[in-house]
């Protein structure tokens, strides 16, 4: 953590709002761990079953990936807002959703979630029934085979749709900008500081935040893929 | 222990249809490939769903559909070594055995894993990742760790099938040793007769799923109930037959007159030979009272390093007009009793002893 605090107190010493950047990358972080969490769950799920009701569960789970954004953001307007279901209930508990920050992670999840579901149904679906049956047979609980053999087995996969995950909260822009809006400080992530940079002409501005959303991303795609390298090559093998 | 089995499963060719009660002795299945071997097994460790039927181990019920009682898998205490092992790849040895020993104590589970990799010898490997090991050390691991839950039955589907020869003896070695210390039902799946004959002491001969035999090894060798049965455990020579008197058949494939010991119990409907029951005998026929010798003309012979394989037209050399097609023989001798006589003039003389002969009711 000492490199990302160091760089707080030099951002923090620019004279520039630096928020989208922490926004950005707090939604991202917490949406790709819903994501990961909820993807992972519903593709155990699905994996089990089957039937034509299933073709209607995947068509729902991809809905987010095919559809605009922006429709995307407008239902889940419709189902946060004032008089939504959700909204509503959410209202009785002294929440609300629209406009704030959970928003943001609400619409990042959203939209990431089909891919989570896509590579975690295909990396659950390559580990060979045998391995699960083997355990099974050894008196594990089905906890404890998805736990224990299926997940660390897909862990590569997996892995993947984690970074495609976080790529696409990352780089989330409609369906924020419906669900969370523009508030500096609060809601306005990198995308939308750019767009609302480029609307008020400050061309410096966007271009900044541009380049740092490049950085942002080589670092990442970079640093995961040293680490998965680095990981794949001791796997399985005696240290 | 004994392990009662009456379960009917339908599959897309056929349907599954077999009911036997195995006891602490390894029971051979034997079986062509889809003959419903794998099935079976995977039916008794709760891998598949019986359709209908009862599984029991002594007084524990695992699958009882008129009950509605179906155990699941890892309530059976079944031990099951898959084909290609399934060790856990991500796991090593050590924690692969361990797997079913979660519920006890840290020193014990050691002390178990230490105590299984001593029987199964592959002491020392117990950090090793599966694919650090060969493939009859992935065995081994495969089979300590089915023991490892301390299972009331074993089930072993095609154990030795994806070994080298060499290894397959070991590996044949361990599983006699294993079978000897287990004394508890041991279901053993192959399409290799030898092996299920030597590892066997009861044996089942499976074919598109029914039980087409069952019972002593020996028995089911020496007097195999039908045509299939024997075809299965290697016979090789058949002819379609019909009684003449009390020991006198007819084989009209063969187009000859047999004299056999074996009074037949039914109706005959064909008789067999194994290869390597048939005799050489010199012309004149001095060792054979009993008759049963027919002359023969090689077709054809082929190799293996210790045995020779003839085949033999009956009656007429090969290609002469008015023979008879089926009246071939499969015969199998050891080379230093072929030198003897292949240098003989054809015809050789060929005999069939009355007592290897079986006769088989339809």
């Known amino acids: 953590m000492v490199p990302v605090t160091l760089f707080a107190q030099i951002t923090a010493s620019l004279p520039m709002d630096w928020s989208p950047l922490w926004i950005s990358l707090e939604t991202s972080v917490v949406a790709t761990l819903v994501t990961l969490v909820a993807g992972l769950a519903a593709a155990a799920w699905r994996q089990r079953r089957t039937g034509p009701a299933m073709a209607l569960v995947d068509g729902v789970c991809l809905l987010p990936l095919v559809l605009p954004p922006t429709v995307v953001g407008f239902f889940l307007l419709l189902l946060f807002g004032r008089n939504g279901p959700l909204g509503k209930l959410l209202l009785k508990l002294g929440a609300t959703v629209v406009f ?5 992670v609400i619409a990042a999840s959203v939209v990431a979630f089909p891919l989570m579901y896509l590579t975690a149904r295909a990396a659950l679906e390559q580990v060979d029934s045998r391995f699960l049956e083997a355990a099974r047979t050894l008196g594990a609980s089905e906890w404890r085979v998805f736990r224990s053999v299926a997940l660390p087995l897909a862990w590569p996969g997996v892995l993947a749709g984690t970074i495609l995950s ?16 523009n508030i500096p400080g609060k809601t306005a992530t990198i995308p939308i500081a750019i767009y609302f940079a480029v609307e008020a002409d400050d061309v410096q501005r966007a271009v900044g935040w541009c380049l740092a959303d490049v950085a942002i991303s080589l670092a990442l795609l970079g640093g995961l893929y040293y680490w998965t390298h680095a990981q794949g090559r001791a796997r399985w093998v005696r240290r | 222990m004994a392990l009662e089995i009456q379960i009917e499963k339908k599959l897309p060719e056929f349907t599954l249809d077999v009911s036997f009660k195995a006891g602490n002795a390894p029971l051979s299945i034997l079986g062509p490939s889809g003959a419903g071997k794998t099935m079976l097994l995977r039916c008794i460790a709760g891998l598949e769903r019986a359709h ?5 181990l002594d007084d524990r019920v695992l699958l009882d559909t008129d009950r509605h009682i179906q155990v699941r898998a890892r309530d059976r205490r079944v031990g099951m070594l898959f084909q290609h092992y399934a060790l856990f790849p991500h796991r090593t040895v050590a924690e692969n055995i361990a797997f079913g020993l979660k519920n006890l104590p840290r020193e014990e589970q050691a002390r178990r894993v230490t105590a299984l990799l001593e029987r199964t010898h592959i002491g020392g490997l117990e950090q090793r990742y599966p694919r650090e090991l060969s493939g009859g050390e992935q065995q081994r691991a495969a089979l300590a760790r089915a023991l490892a839950i301390e299972p009331d039955a074993l089930l072993l589907d095609e154990p030795l099938s994806a070994l080298d020869t060499h290894l397959r003896s070991q590996m044949e070695a361990q599983l006699q040793e294993t079978f000897a210390a287990y004394r508890r039902p041991a279901l053993l799946v192959t399409h290799n007769i030898e092996e299920a004959y030597r590892l066997g002491e009861q044996m089942l001969v499976l074919s598109r799923g029914r039980v087409a035999a069952f019972g002593a090894k020996e028995e089911i060798f020496r007097r195999p109930p039908t045509l299939e049965v024997a075809r299965l455990t290697g016979c090789k020579n058949f002819s379609r037959a019909r009684a003449i008197s009390e020991n006198t058949i007819e084989a009209l494939d063969w187009g000859c007159k047999l004299r056999v010991t074996q009074a037949p119990a039914g109706p005959v409907a064909h008789v067999g030979i194994r290869a390597h029951h ?15 010798v027919f002359p023969c003309w090689l077709v054809r012979s082929s190799e293996t390093p210790f045995r020779i394989t003839l085949n033999l037209r009956l009656h007429q050399p090969p290609g002469e007009p008015g023979e008879i097609p089926a009246a071939e023989l499969q015969a199998e001798v050891f080379k230093e009793k072929w030198q003897l006589f292949r240098e ?9 002893a009355p007592e290897s002969l079986f006769l088989l009711a339809e």
């Open chain 2, 52 to 56: 209908r039927g009862r599984i029991a």
């Open chain 2, 344 to 352: 003989r003039p054809f015809p050789w003389h060929a005999r069939l």
């Open chain 2, 278 to 292: 048939i005799d050489f005998v010199e012309a004149g026929g001095s060792g054979a009272p009993d008759g049963n």
């Open chain 1, 100 to 104: 704030s920050w959970p928003a943001t």
């Open chain 1, 166 to 181: 976080f790529a696409r909260a990352l780089g989330e822009f409609g369906a924020t900008l419906m669900l969370a809006g």
